[in-house]
């Protein structure tokens, strides 16, 4: 079996403040990133990721349900009940969006 050799696509270089320390970082083809130290090259820990695809779904049939109540509010006017629905639903993907915001 042969292994493919990883290659570098990106390096940067980093300068303390004072001047006294250089770094080099590579960023490779395979996405991983390594700093160059001491005559070595040490990789960067994996970043975390998230699965979102259940939450988007969610999104788009709570934005699907939305646009129907808006559709009939244009139409035909909304009763007291649809529009507590709305609201809630407006909320629900308020609460939605924020969880699923990256900081």
């Known amino acids: ?8 696509v990106q390096i940067a270089e980093y300068v303390s403040s004072d001047s006294q320390s250089r770094k080099v970082i590579a ?17 960067f820990p994996e970043i975390p990721q998230q699965d979102f695809s259940d939450k988007e779904i ?11 109540y808006m559709a009939i509010e ?4 909304l009763t007291t009940e649809g529009r507590s629905t709305l609201a809630e639903l407006i909320q629900h993907k308020i609460n ?4 699923l915001r990256i900081i």
């Open 58 to 68: 969610e999104l788009d049939n709570i934005e699907a349900e939305i646009k129907k």
């Open 74 to 77: 244009r139409t035909e006017g």
């Open 1 to 8: 079996m042969e292994t493919r050799k990883r290659k570098i």
């Open 27 to 43: 960023l490779c083809d395979d996405g991983t990133l390594w700093l160059f130290k001491e005559q070595e090259w040490i990789k």
């Open 96 to 99: 939605l969006l924020n969880s």
